[in-house]
């Protein structure tokens, strides 16, 4: 765990009128590690991925992510900014071009950098052609590895839950973020497709990618986490391995009085 | 022979005004209820310039597109930044207030009076008089214009535009700048629609306000849903239906109290039956929102 800091959470609190839905939030996620928050339903998680990517600005702290040799200050930025400088997420409910095709989607995450603007498009640059072919080959790679090529041409909207929740997966990788904010990656899907994307969060893991993860199933999170950070009503209760996690008293006493998290053995 | 070169120079100029409708509305999702403004600021502008200042019609073509192009970032540089429908209560008020400038604005517009005698075309000096070369004259422009929405649409470009229809948090998740796309989305299509007000002056050579008034917004908003949102040809469609229709009427010999009010209730029960059966209009892929 001496890998260097990515993004670091300092006192975050944001407040939706007299709910304190983050409360003084502070934590950090290293370079090519797993960290995984978890939490009771409405402990913030959800609050913490808006605040990180942008869609929302804290009342207070500061998010700090290190990306290119340079810290960036995200809580001053707009989430297409943000996303820029190499931050992609999903969405516990998966946010797709329902009405786009597969590849579309694929294509949209894809990077154009300034090629993709009203006056490129009108003078019909012969750059774009080919940036548009080394794109779909990107774009294709990335379905293979979610096992989607076969639906490529296929309107987003068909996709059954399991498919749409590994296209925004895939719609992720595309961006060649460094950082991935995953909301729940497997929620609601049949057990092998979870295996599916356990295996799937691994690969990418060694490939560089660090990863923040918003997740229910402890059993998952025990498997692939590095280090844990603990939610309850928007405070931080308890960060660790694992290990530390499961034998903590307090986050049992928070899950179990919820009756929350039978799973934890 | 004159009164059909009439009725499709006419349905030309509407398939202008509903291509760049659909540019906002079909493509991009945004909600977009004045059009009629940039088309009468178009009009208008290329009229007081060739009236009073003397300036060919080919200049004002110009002056009216930049000049609608630039309202259209004045409007919608505010409304755009914002998420949701408020572009649908700016471009209402602001084809209220173009049209009651258009009425008030008495020394300017004339007012309720109209601007008679406004010049013609002229190719090589030759003043554009008859129906049938204006005919061509304006359906070079559909063509030209059917051309460049379609390079618009089918590019990088114009996949961010359905991304935004579609979803516009995901879009700028994925690292799109949207106010920016919207923006310069809504000012190309208003920059379009200015063109199509200056070929209606020029040709009618007479304008008063009536003829920009939010039906007129509307009737361009049923030709894009008719033909099919985010489809080009289908906008033009769905616009020489729309301006061919009513005419058809005539024929029928009604009386012409009975005619106009006939003509309204044709348009609402077409929608109906479209939206019942073929609810993503005629040549359209995506349903309406």
Excluded at chain 1, 171 to 180: D, G, K, P, Q
Excluded at chain 2, 247 to 266: C, D, K, Y
Aim: aromatic share 10%.
């Amino acid at each position: 765990m001496c890998a260097e800091i990515v993004l670091s959470v300092n006192s975050l609190v944001k407040e939706f009128g007299g709910l304190r839905a983050v409360d003084n939030l502070s934590f950090e996620v290293r370079q090519d590690t797993i960290t995984a928050l978890i939490g009771p339903n409405g402990s913030g998680k959800t609050t913490v991925f808006n605040l990180i990517n942008g869609f929302l600005k804290p009342n207070s702290g500061s998010i700090l992510l290190q990306s290119m040799g340079r810290t960036y200050e995200l809580a001053k930025l707009p989430p297409y900014k943000i996303a820029r400088l190499g931050v992609a997420r999903t969405f516990q409910n998966t946010r797709l071009f329902s009405q786009l095709t597969v590849m579309e989607n694929m294509l949209l995450a894809t990077r154009y950098d300034g090629k993709e603007g009203f006056f490129a498009a009108l003078f019909q640059l012969r750059s774009i052609k080919e940036l548009e072919k080394q794109n779909r080959r990107k774009a294709e790679k990335y379905l293979e590895l979610v096992e989607l090529t076969h639906k490529k041409d296929e309107i987003a909207q068909n996709l059954s839950h399991g498919q749409r929740k590994l296209l925004d997966l895939a719609r992720s990788l595309a961006t060649e973020a460094e950082v991935l904010l995953l909301d729940e990656p497997t929620a609601g899907i049949f057990p092998e497709l979870k295996t599916k994307v356990i295996e799937l969060l691994k690969i990418m893991k060694e490939n560089g990618k660090t990863i923040l993860l918003i997740e229910h199933d402890m059993g998952m999170v025990t498997e692939i986490a590095d280090n844990i950070v603990v939610l309850n009503y928007g405070r931080k209760i308890a960060e660790g391995t694992p290990e530390q996690i499961i034998k903590n008293a307090e986050v049992i006493a928070v899950y179990s009085g919820r009756g929350d998290m039978t799973c934890l053995r | 022979m004159e009164y059909i070169f009439y009725i499709f120079v006419i349905a030309g100029i509407y398939a202008i005004l509903s291509l760049s409708l659909n540019l906002t509305v079909g493509f991009t999702g945004l909600p977009v209820l004045g059009h009629a403004a940039f088309f009468c600021i178009g009009a208008y502008t290329s009229s007081i310039l060739a009236l009073k200042a003397g300036l060919t019609p080919w200049i004002g073509l110009i002056a009216g597109a930049c000049t609608s192009a630039m309202s259209g970032a004045i409007i919608g540089y505010p409304s755009l930044r914002l998420k949701g429908d408020y572009l649908a209560f700016t471009t209402f008020g602001l084809g209220v207030i173009v049209y009651s400038v258009a009425k008030n604005w008495v020394t300017l517009t004339r007012g309720p009076v109209g601007l008679p005698g406004i010049p013609r075309f002229t190719i090589f000096g030759k003043e554009i008089t008859e129906d049938f070369q204006y005919l061509f004259l304006v359906w070079i422009f559909v063509l030209t214009n059917m051309f460049l929405i379609n390079r618009l649409v089918n590019s990088p470009f114009g996949r961010v535009l359905r991304s935004i229809r579609e979803d516009e948090i995901a879009s700028e998740t994925l690292g799109k700048n949207t106010s920016k796309y919207k923006l310069s989305v809504f000012v190309a299509s208003a920059f379009f629609a200015g063109i199509a007000g200056s070929l209606y002056a020029h040709y009618t050579t007479f304008i008063d306000p009536s003829s920009f008034t939010m039906t007129e917004s509307i009737t361009v908003l049923l030709m894009v849903i008719f033909g099919g949102v985010g489809n080009v040809p289908g906008s033009v469609l769905g616009a020489v239906i729309l301006v061919v229709l009513p005419e058809l009427l005539r024929f029928l010999g009604l009386p012409s109290s009975i005619a106009a009010p006939m003509r309204q209730m044709i348009y609402g029960l077409l929608l109906v039956i479209l939206m019942l059966r073929r609810p993503q209009g005629i040549m359209g892929t995506y349903k309406f929102r």
